[in-house]
């Protein structure tokens, strides 16, 4: 699969090229299953993806990156068409982190992080949804405190994917309990393996790879040049590249979106009952042409979101609006691939079942689709 954008450069074809090359070669249906059935991250291929260079898609030059939205886009929409979850591995766990260093981060963090993020040995976690908070951020519990040098961090988080294998956890606290919502809140980049944080691996319905944790956090010691950006704005560094991971998690829907379309197309052209195959059944290939319209809809709006986000444009409801729809696309899409497939595609070993387990999580992660509805309600006056 490569995708036929209109506009793209030649750079950009030819990364989408050698990105499909590389996933053909490292991303074999067996090496994926065997991922997912143990439950192991493919830490494997993200240093191969990080002796590639491309890692730091989307960076500034002057930190060793190179690329824009369109290119993270173009990456992250082919890793995901070959391994389901390996996009999330190298957003969440290499892209976003850089990010945030290189805009909210010291000289000194930028100088000791990049680096490692570039060579895929600073993975980090997002610690913002806690037992009784997820999107409302001023419902937080968690405190800092400032105590000398360091600030002390009491409280508890939710959904730490990747938490066992990961160097930083970027986590939001209560500052200022007494501020108004989405004041208050402040940034800290904690080292995983910081004294006092105990953790608890969750049991999830897929993603199995990411293995979710449930942490707690007493009396946590951080070094006071550990916040990023500024003292209760957290808010503007967790948002600060929230278009362009919205546009990340549409470019993966998408992706993952079709290979279940080509496995439900390659199904359908095969299975035969009632003397043909099933593809020839009306009830079938309408099923499967409604899937690639939708899908064709969505990548297209997902590039003109990339692009626009180049552009420097405000993308805020956009970014809603793409992401809800290509990730809600998704979720049809594996539905729909998994009752083509049939029985087969329930089978424990079919990347159909994956696709169903996990497509659930991306209209959850980066914003529910509620979320997201509310922020275009907001855009049209409501």
Same mark, same amino acid.
């Given at each position: @699969?490569?995708?036929d954008?209109?506009g793209? !450069?030649?750079?950009?074809?030819e990364?989408?090229?050698?990105?499909?090359?590389? !996933?053909?070669? %490292?991303? =074999?249906?067996?090496?994926?299953?065997?991922?997912?059935? $143990?439950?192991?991250?493919?830490?494997?291929? /993200?240093?191969?993806?990080?002796?590639?260079?491309?890692?730091?898609?989307?960076?500034?030059?002057?930190?060793?990156? %190179?690329?824009?939205a369109?290119?993270?886009?173009?990456?992250?929409?082919?890793?995901?068409?070959?391994?389901i979850?390996?996009?999330?591995?190298?957003?969440?766990?290499?892209?976003?982190?850089?990010?945030?260093?290189?805009d909210?981060?010291?000289?000194?963090?930028?100088?000791?992080?990049?680096? +490692?993020?570039?060579?895929?040995?600073?993975?980090a976690?997002?610690?913002?949804?806690?037992?009784?908070?997820? =999107?409302?951020m001023?419902?937080? =519990?968690t405190?800092?405190? /400032?105590?000398?040098?360091?600030?002390?961090?009491?409280?508890?988080?939710?959904?730490?994917?990747?938490?066992?294998?990961?160097?930083?956890?970027?986590?939001? &606290?209560? !500052?200022?309990?007494?501020a108004?919502?989405?004041?208050?809140?402040?940034?800290?980049?904690?080292?995983?393996?910081?004294?006092g944080?105990? #953790?608890?691996?969750?049991?999830?319905?897929? &993603?199995?790879?990411?293995?979710?944790?449930?942490?707690?956090?007493?009396?946590?010691?951080?070094?006071?040049?550990?916040?990023?950006?500024t003292? $209760?704005?957290?808010?503007?560094?967790? $948002?600060?590249?929230?278009?362009?991971? +919205?546009?990340? /998690?549409?470019a +993966?829907?998408?992706?993952a979106?079709?290979?279940?379309?080509?496995e439900?197309?390659?199904? #359908?052209?095969?299975?035969?009952? %009632?003397?043909?195959?099933?593809?020839k %059944?009306?009830?079938?290939?309408?099923?499967l042409?409604?899937?690639?319209?939708?899908?064709h809809?969505?990548?297209?709006?997902?590039?003109?979101?990339?692009?626009?986000?180049? /552009?420097?444009?405000?993308?805020?409801?956009?970014?809603?609006?793409?992401? *809800?729809f290509?990730?809600?696309?998704?979720? +049809?899409?594996?539905?729909?691939?998994?009752?083509?497939?049939?029985?087969?595609?329930?089978?424990?070993?079919?990347? @159909?079942?994956?696709?169903?387990?996990?497509?659930?999580?991306?209209?959850?992660?980066?914003? *529910? =689709?509620?979320?997201?509805? $509310?922020?275009?309600?907001?855009?049209?006056?409501?």
């Open positions: @699969m490569l995708t954008v209109v793209l !450069t030649h750079d950009q074809r990364l989408q090229k050698d990105v499909a090359a590389f !996933t053909e070669e %490292f991303c =074999s249906p067996e090496y994926v299953t065997e991922c997912d059935e $143990n439950g192991e991250p493919p830490l494997d291929i /993200l240093s191969k993806l990080a002796d590639k260079g491309w890692l730091g898609i989307g960076l500034a030059p002057e930190y060793g990156g %190179f690329g824009h369109t290119e993270v886009v173009i990456l992250l929409e082919r890793l995901e068409y070959s391994f979850q390996l996009g999330s591995l190298v957003s969440r766990g290499a892209m976003y982190p850089a990010g945030i260093i290189a909210f981060g010291t000289s000194e963090q930028r100088d000791e992080w990049l680096p +490692r993020a570039l060579r895929g040995e600073a993975r976690v997002i610690g913002i949804s806690e037992p009784a908070t997820g =999107s409302d001023s419902a937080l =519990s405190r800092a405190e /400032l105590d000398g040098d360091e600030w002390r961090i009491d409280g508890e988080k939710l959904y730490l994917s990747g938490l066992d294998y990961s160097q930083i956890i970027f986590l939001a &606290a209560i !500052t200022d309990p007494t108004p919502p989405r004041k208050g809140v402040s940034v800290f980049m904690i080292d995983a393996d910081t004294p944080i105990e #953790a608890t691996r969750l049991k999830t319905l897929g &993603a199995w790879q990411n293995r979710t944790y449930h942490a707690h956090l007493r009396d946590v010691r951080v070094p006071r040049d550990r916040l990023m950006g003292l $209760n704005e957290g808010w503007k560094v967790l $948002n600060g590249h929230m278009e362009r991971e +919205r546009a990340g /998690l549409a +993966r829907a998408v992706g979106a079709q290979s279940v379309l080509d439900a197309v390659a199904y #359908a052209q095969t299975r035969t009952q %009632f003397g043909q195959a099933i593809g %059944f009306q009830a079938i290939s309408h099923k042409a409604s899937m690639q319209i939708e899908i809809v969505a990548r297209v709006a997902t590039y003109e979101l990339a692009h626009r986000i180049d /552009l420097g444009q405000d993308c805020r409801t956009e970014a809603a609006v793409v992401k *809800t290509a990730t809600e696309v998704y979720k +049809r899409a594996a539905d729909d691939g998994l009752q083509v497939c049939g029985g087969s595609g329930y089978l424990r070993d079919s990347a @159909m079942q994956r696709h169903y387990r996990d497509a659930r999580l991306l209209t959850i992660g980066g914003g *529910t =689709s509620e979320i997201q509805r $509310n922020i275009i309600a907001r855009a049209l006056g409501l």
